[in-house]
């Protein structure tokens, strides 16, 4: 049973360019969330999706946009990349009709913009 | 104020020791508390869940007080394997939208 795969592991940007990080949730989970973790914090929560809309936001800039396909797997784009950014982002899936229950995350993708 | 606060420690305690983790939220309409590990470098995985009338899993038992706002893990008998980073988590509906994580509190167990 597959978890939840994200990609790429690592990745190093400039300021001002704009990356893609892509999510598949586990198997059976139809709900995608993301966070970003900067060291020593917990995860913020940035976005989830639901049947490729995003429901809820967290306080994120619009720089911070997503996109769910039908297959339920995700991306997060990131606009004008600023130092600030550098950190883990972690993507979560869930089922959003089962029982009450938590996430499971992905390895997550470490980024470092310089 | 943050929604879910925790203390940040960090918690030294020897093997075979008991102790005992607290976190308070904010937002008295939260219905969903969990307790989640993340090891250094990894991401967090589940531990358990936290229901009203408090619950156990081996070593481990959270308990949740609603009027106080206060969830609480205790971990006994402590092993070198507990050493982790101890995560609070809110949800405000049972299944659906986001989930509000503490900042963890940090655990060492020393031989």
């Known amino acids: 049973d597959a978890g939840v795969t994200q990609s790429p592991t690592h990745l190093i940007k400039t300021r001002g360019q704009q990356v893609t990080l892509r999510c598949s949730p586990k198997?059976?989970?139809?709900?995608v969330s993301w966070y970003q973790q900067a060291l020593g914090q917990g995860p913020q929560f940035i976005f989830q999706?639901?049947?490729?809309?995003?429901?809820q936001r967290g306080n994120f800039p619009d720089r911070f946009s997503g996109h769910q396909f039908p297959n339920y797997s995700s991306e997060l784009n990131v606009n004008a990349l600023l130092l600030g950014d550098s950190a883990l982002y972690l993507c979560?899936?869930?089922?959003?009709?089962?029982?009450?229950?938590?996430?499971?995350f992905g390895s997550g993708t470490r980024l470092t913009v310089v | 104020r943050k929604e879910v606060e925790q203390d940040p420690g960090p918690f030294n305690v020897p093997e075979g020791a008991t102790v005992a983790f607290n976190c308070t939220y904010s937002n008295s309409a939260s219905q969903s508390f969990f307790w989640y590990r993340q090891d250094c470098r990894k991401e967090p995985k589940l531990l358990m869940s936290?229901?009203?009338s408090g619950n156990e899993d081996g070593r481990f038992t959270a308990q949740l007080n609603r009027a106080s706002q206060y969830i609480s893990l205790l971990i006994r008998d402590s092993k070198l394997s507990d050493s982790a980073t101890y995560l609070c988590v809110v949800r405000l509906n049972t299944n659906a939208g986001k989930s509000t994580f503490g900042d963890g509190t940090t655990l060492t167990v020393k031989p």
């Open positions: 936290v229901y009203s």
């Open positions: 979560a899936s869930s089922l959003a009709a089962g029982p009450r229950g938590g996430y499971t």
């Open positions: 999706y639901y049947e490729e809309e995003e429901r």
């Open positions: 198997s059976g989970h139809d709900t």
